[in-house]
């Protein structure tokens, strides 16, 4: 609720009229932002809050139904929605939700690593066009002195940014497991600022424990690609990934625990990488009408092939739900995870 309150008091600022004044609709007089919550009563203010929560609440529901008109995402939902009722739903959360709060997406942070090395632009860019992301990685940490590129990987994501955007909602919808490649540290410090903290936090290589674990309803974070501040079981750079998705695959079968829940990816490109691969092999080996169905909130760019995009994310049994919207991207999730929520 604490993220609600901080949005609330964002409005509020925001709401200052040409007196350095906020007006508050439903309240009588004005009043200063930096003594706003002092000069209102706790029982005002939460009269007043409640009315901001539900107001937006309608608004945000709203948007959740226009976005669910779009295509084919209302009976796709639905069928994700019961799922949820069942509380077989597990969040699998992608760098885009980090990014809000000022950590890097890999692409930029590739980029900006390459300025500490001989790697020339011309050698990046070829790599990143034909999605070779774990390649270039590589080419950079090889080009850099021992220790280096951990350095650079910790400085990145090892820090504790101030939380922004949808991620801050997640603990509010989902109170189970949880699964990352993310290395930040923004999921876990959700959860705590909820006072829903984690029982466990699993590292992908050393998480052969979690089948326990999903079986008890058990709380925990599972942060399959590592953490920033540890070389130990991070998979980022071509031989880190060979050695887990390689000739002995250890991370298959986290995989393949895992994905015998439904799946919910957010901020997830779901572009060409391991993970998708490793979930496509599974599903080759047991066949589409035994495995179980995962979906995504996935937006729609302009010049996009909706139904290529699609096709690709079916061979991983992944199912698309739409929105387009870039300049609202933040509330087209909350809308979404809100509608999710409602009425369960």
């Known amino acids: 609720m604490e993220y609600l309150r901080i949005k609330f008091h964002e409005q509020l600022t925001a709401g200052v009229n040409i007196n350095g004044h906020v007006e508050i609709e439903g309240y ?19 009269e007043v809050f409640a009315g901001w929560l539900e107001k937006r609440n309608e608004q945000l529901l709203d948007k959740a139904d226009q976005i669910l008109n779009m295509y084919d995402n209302k009976g796709r939902f639905n069928r994700l929605k019961e799922a949820y009722r069942r509380n077989s ?27 500490e090395t001989r790697v020339t632009a011309e050698q990046l860019r070829a790599l990143l066009n034909e999605g070779q992301y774990e390649e270039a990685a590589q080419v950079l940490s ?37 699964v990352t490649t ?41 942060k399959l690609h590592g953490k920033a501040n540890s070389g130990l079981g991070r998979v980022l750079t071509y031989s880190e990934y060979q050695s887990v998705y390689g000739d002995k695959p250890c991370l298959i079968p986290l995989i ?59 061979h991983a049994n992944i199912f698309p739900i739409w929105y387009q919207g870039e300049d609202d991207h933040d509330d087209c999730i909350e809308a979404l995870l809100l509608k999710l929520k409602e009425g369960v």
């Not at 009588?28 to 939460?46: C, K, N, R, W």
């Not at 600022?193 to 029982?199: K, M, R, T, V």
């Not at 994905?259 to 599974?282: E, H, K, P, W, Y």
Request: hydrophobic share 40%; proline share 4%; with cysteine.
């Open 28 to 46: 009588s007089g004005s009043f200063s932002p930096d003594a706003i919550l002092q000069d209102m009563d706790e029982v005002g203010y939460e």
């Open 89 to 115: 739903v597990i969040p699998f959360v992608g760098a885009g939700m980090s990014i809000p709060s000022g950590y890097l997406g890999w692409t930029k942070f590739l980029w900006q690593l390459r300025e």
């Open 142 to 178: 090889d080009d850099m002195p021992a220790g280096s590129f951990n350095e650079a990987l910790e400085n990145a994501y090892g820090w504790d940014a101030d939380l922004v955007g949808p991620v801050q909602f997640l603990p509010l919808v989902f109170n189970s497991c949880a």
């Open 182 to 222: 993310n290395f930040d540290n923004v999921l876990k410090r959700c959860y705590e600022d909820a006072g829903a903290p984690f029982s466990e936090t699993l590292i992908g290589i050393n998480a052969q424990e979690l089948p326990r674990y999903l079986g008890a309803g058990e709380d925990v974070l599972v």
């Open 256 to 314: 393949e625990a895992v994905c015998n829940r439904t799946l919910l990816f957010l901020g997830c490109s779901l572009g060409v990488d391991r993970t998708l691969s490793a979930m496509q092999q599974i599903l080759t080996e047991k066949g589409h009408e035994s495995a179980v169905r995962h979906y995504a909130f996935v937006a729609l760019k302009d010049d996009e092939d909706r139904l290529e995009r699609r096709d690709f994310l079916a």
